[in-house]
Every structure is written in structure tokens, then in C-alpha cells.
């Protein structure tokens, strides 16, 4: 079993539509959660971090849920600049991140 | 400017050579890690580093050298040794703090490819 696994996809979604991803993770030690965007032939870029609590930054929402062990990251009114590929992040032991493989969207008119 | 670079951008070698990725951080960043992505795949750690004139070997560090002499940078060698070396490498850094996992910011990347 991978340590982190998402849906690759693609999520093919009309603009304004809201669209949610899930991601599990294995390492019921992780102890941080991120999700980063990486456009095609370019380096991640932090998105957001997720909190136990949650957190929303715009049009962006992160969940954890510990007990069940994954995240999630919903987007709203989706944008066509939205279309990335999303990757899911958790800590492993010592300063490691465990990336998953991604999730593509592409948001279409 | 702050920021993460790398050189170079764009990297041909011959079989049986060994080549060096630069990255240099101006970010005052702690550690420091070298990933490779192949298409497909998710990113896999080579090797990381959390102070000057220490580093740890990663999950695929076999075929990779690296070395943290300033803690603004960290250079990979891949060497000969490494039998499928063509891929996406990344460096990224963070800003490392005992007891705690801090988020990891990465450079531009280098695309080394294998003639």
C-alpha cells in the first residue's frame, strides 16, 4: 500500500463547478498535512496547509479527518487557471514529506 | 530577491559521466532536500539535509552524492553509478525546527537528461 494515494484522475470539470479531492495516508504518525499544486513541466507550489481544525483560503477548503486517516481539498467556482495537477503531502518519520502521485484537474469552458 | 534557484535548467549527459545540480536558497532555510520526479510518479526524496556538514540519505540515495559545506547550498552529483539518471530533479528547503514538520518551498528544477 502506497504511503499516500490519491485518485490520479483527470477530473475533467466545467468552469464555476465545485470540485473535491480526497487523499488517504497510512502513517497514523504523520503529524502535518499539505496540498501543493504543480503545473505541467514546473515545481510544486505550496497551496495550503491542513489543520486539524480545517482551513479555507478563498475559493480553497482543506479537511483532515485523523480517524479515518485522509484529507481532503475542495474548490469552488472553479477557474480554468485552476487546471494543475494537485499533489497530497504528509510527514513520515524524521523531516520527510511522503508525496502522493497527484491529482489531475483540468477545468474546461 | 528570495528565492530557491537551480542550474541548470536544462542538463544533456553522456553515459558513464558524472554531472552536478547546483541549488542555492537565499531564504535562510535550515534544511535542504533533493527530490527526483519521474513522469507519473510521485516525488521520491535522494537525499536531505538539516545543517551545514550533515545530510541523510533519502529513499533512492544509490548512484547520488551531495554535500552541505554553506547552508546556502546543496549540490547533487549523480553519478555514473545511477543506471536510469533521466528524470525531473528538485530541490526544495525549509525552514526546520525541532519537534516540528514545516512546510517545504522548492526551486525552478533541472531536467537532466541521459544521451
Known amino acids: 500500500r502506497k504511503e499516500v494515494e490519491q485518485d490520479p484522475g483527470p477530473f475533467n470539470v466545467p468552469e464555476g463547478a465545485t470540485v473535491a479531492f480526497n487523499c488517504t495516508y497510512s502513517n497514523s504518525a504523520s503529524q502535518s498535512f499539505f496540498w501543493y499544486r504543480q503545473d505541467c513541466r514546473k515545481e510544486p507550489k505550496l497551496l495550503m496547509s491542513?489543520?486539524?481544525s480545517g482551513n479555507e483560503d478563498g475559493r480553497f477548503t482543506a479537511q483532515l479527518n485523523r480517524a479515518s486517516q485522509y484529507i481532503s481539498l475542495l474548490i469552488r467556482d472553479s477557474k480554468l487557471s485552476d487546471s494543475a495537477t494537485y499533489l497530497c503531502v504528509a510527514t513520515g518519520t524524521a523531516s520527510k514529506l511522503t508525496f502522493g502521485t497527484g491529482t489531475r484537474l483540468q477545468v474546461t469552458l | 530577491d528570495g528565492g530557491i534557484t537551480q542550474s541548470p535548467k536544462y542538463l544533456f549527459r553522456k553515459e558513464g559521466q558524472n554531472v552536478t545540480l547546483s541549488c542555492e536558497q537565499n531564504?535562510?532555510?535550515?534544511?535542504m532536500y533533493w527530490y527526483r520526479q519521474d513522469p507519473g510518479q510521485g516525488l521520491r526524496l535522494i537525499y536531505y539535509?538539516?545543517?551545514?556538514?550533515?545530510?541523510q540519505k533519502g529513499d533512492i540515495a544509490e548512484g547520488y552524492s551531495v554535500s552541505r559545506e554553506k547552508k546556502e547550498s546543496f549540490p547533487l552529483t549523480v553519478t555514473s553509478a545511477q543506471k536510469n539518471p533521466t528524470a525531473f530533479y528538485l530541490c526544495?528547503?525549509?525552514?526546520?525546527?525541532?519537534?516540528?514538520?514545516?512546510?517545504?518551498?522548492f526551486g525552478p528544477g533541472t531536467r537532466l537528461t541521459v544521451l
Open positions: 526544495a528547503t525549509s525552514s526546520w525546527a525541532v519537534h516540528s514538520y514545516n512546510e517545504q518551498f
Open positions: 531564504l535562510n532555510h535550515d534544511a
Open positions: 491542513v489543520y486539524s
Open positions: 539535509s538539516q545543517i551545514v556538514n550533515d545530510f
